[in-house]
């Protein structure tokens, strides 16, 4: 009989998950994003099941700068090559994979616009141009900001209110 008192609390409130559903912002499987500063815009795959972030890379190199670990590496979209970019390497991450042996790849940071959200999040790199997507969202960025409805695509544009300038 507990069941009834809780019934007419979410009938004449709501229910309690719906203010924090509320609070996020709905967004499909795809959506385009906004990296910065270098302000391009890629479409990304918002993946759930993934804990970080993961961006199409190729010709990684690690080197030095001012006695710190710095990579340069190409960057592919969807239409193509981009550019050739450097970011400070942050680590070095082991990823476990289901199909293939475990991989080690390097990981940074960049600042990432989705929607009217913007986060500084880590990406590790990897060769992704045999997949559709070049950029995956993981976890690390959705949480706590996003909810992923899989059924829709492309519901918003990157609009943050921080200056994506260099």
């Known amino acids: 009989m507990k069941i009834i008192p809780a019934l007419i609390v979410t009938i004449l409130i709501g229910s309690p998950f719906s203010a924090i559903a509320q609070e996020k912002q709905v967004v499909g499987l795809l959506e385009k994003v906004k990296i910065c500063?270098?302000?391009?815009?890629m479409e990304a795959k918002l993946d759930t099941g993934a804990d970080h972030s993961s961006?199409?890379?190729?010709?990684?190199?690690?080197f030095e700068r001012d006695?710190?670990?710095?990579?340069?590496?190409?960057?592919?979209?969807?239409?193509?090559?981009?550019?050739?970019?450097e970011k400070k390497l942050l680590r070095i991450a082991k990823i476990k994979s289901h199909q293939d042996d475990d991989q080690e790849r390097p990981v940074i940071r960049l600042?990432?616009?989705?929607g009217k959200y913007y986060r500084e999040v880590d990406f590790n790199l990897t060769d992704r141009r045999k997949f559709e997507h070049q950029m995956l969202i993981g976890r690390s960025f959705m949480n706590g900001l996003l909810i992923v409805d899989p059924a829709a695509e492309f519901?918003?544009?990157?609009?943050?209110?921080?200056?994506c300038g260099k």
């Not at 006695?67 to 090559?81: A, C, E, L, P, S």
């Not at 519901?155 to 200056?163: K, L």
Request: glycine residues 8%.
């Open 155 to 163: 519901t918003t544009t990157p609009n943050c209110e921080v200056s």
């Open 111 to 114: 600042g990432v616009c989705l």
């Open 67 to 85: 006695g710190k670990r710095w990579i340069r590496f190409d960057v592919h979209t969807t239409k193509g090559f981009w550019g050739t970019r």
């Open 55 to 62: 961006l199409s890379a190729t010709n990684i190199e690690e």
């Open 37 to 41: 500063p270098e302000n391009l815009i």
